[in-house]
C-alpha cells in the first residue's frame, strides 16, 4: 500500500537558519501533500500544502517543494525561530473524482530551534 | 473549536472497564478518523470512516470499537481488550477521505489507573 517515508527523525538548528525535512511517498499517483506542525501538548495543524500540478509554494518563511519524477517532496523553514519549534508531519494522499485513497502521514520530525 | 470537538479532554480508565471517546464536528465533513499518538511518536490510524455507516480498520484497529450513525459523530470506545490503552487519542475529520480540508480534534489524553 502507500508509504511515506520522513527524514530526519530529529532536527535541531540556530535560531535564525533553515531547516529542511524530507518526505517521500511510494504511490506515484499521489497529488495531494500537506504538512502538519504539532506543538507539544496540542493538536496538529495544517501549516502548508501543495498540490501535484505544481513544484513549489512558498507562505512567507515556509515553503514546499515537490519533484514528482523523484516521489519527494520537502518542507524549507527559513530564519528559524524558537517558536518554529514542533513537531511536523508531512502527508500524501491520492484525490480523484473515481479513484481517491486516504491520506497518509509521515513518522514525524522532531524540529529544535536553539535560541 | 475549529470545528471539530473531543471530550473529554482527559479521561480516566480502569484496569477492565470500556470507555469511549467523543468526537463531534460541524464542518459537514464526510471523512472522520482516530489516532493513537504514543509520547515522541508518529500518528497511527486506528479506525476511519468515508460514510455515515461505514467504516475500516486501520493499523491498530484491536482492542477498539466505533461507530458512524450520525456524520457529525464518531465515537472511539476503547475496550479491555486494549491491553496498553494508556496514550494520547486524536480525532480528524475531512471534506473527503483524500484528505482536503483535514481538522484534528484537541485529543484525548486516557490513563488506565
Known amino acids: 500500500g502507500e508509504n511515506v517515508e520522513q527524514h530526519p527523525s530529529t532536527l535541531s538548528v540556530q535560531e535564525g537558519d533553515s531547516a529542511v525535512i524530507k518526505c517521500t511517498y511510494s504511490d506515484s499517483a499521489s497529488n495531494y501533500f500537506p504538512w502538519y506542525k504539532q506543538e507539544l501538548g496540542k493538536r496538529p495543524q495544517l501549516i502548508i500544502d501543495i498540490r501535484s500540478n505544481v513544484g513549489e509554494k512558498k507562505d512567507q518563511r515556509i515553503a514546499v517543494t515537490l519533484n514528482k519524477t523523484a516521489k519527494h517532496f520537502s518542507l524549507h523553514i527559513t530564519e528559524s525561530q524558537p517558536e518554529d519549534s514542533a513537531v511536523y508531519f508531512c502527508?500524501?494522499?491520492?484525490?480523484?473524482?473515481?479513484?481517491?485513497?486516504?491520506?497518509?502521514f509521515g513518522q514525524g520530525t522532531t524540529l529544535q530551534v536553539k535560541p | 473549536d475549529g470545528g471539530i470537538t473531543q471530550s473529554p479532554k482527559y479521561l480516566f480508565r480502569k484496569e477492565g472497564q470500556n470507555v469511549t471517546l467523543s468526537c463531534e464536528q460541524n464542518?459537514?465533513?464526510?471523512?472522520m478518523y482516530w489516532y493513537r499518538q504514543d509520547p515522541g511518536q508518529g500518528l497511527r490510524l486506528i479506525y476511519y470512516?468515508?460514510?455515515?455507516?461505514?467504516?475500516q480498520k486501520g493499523d491498530i484497529a484491536e482492542g477498539y470499537s466505533v461507530s458512524r450513525e450520525k456524520k457529525e459523530s464518531f465515537p472511539l470506545t476503547v475496550t479491555s481488550a486494549q491491553k496498553n490503552p494508556t496514550a494520547f487519542y486524536l480525532c480528524?475529520?475531512?471534506?473527503?477521505?483524500?484528505?482536503?480540508?483535514?481538522?484534528f480534534g484537541s485529543g484525548t489524553r486516557l490513563t488506565v489507573v
Open positions: 470512516s468515508q460514510i455515515v455507516n461505514d467504516f
Open positions: 502527508a500524501a494522499s491520492k484525490v480523484g473524482s473515481s479513484n481517491t485513497g486516504k491520506l497518509i
Open positions: 464542518l459537514n465533513h464526510d471523512a
Open positions: 480528524a475529520s475531512s471534506i473527503n477521505i483524500g484528505g482536503y480540508g483535514y481538522t
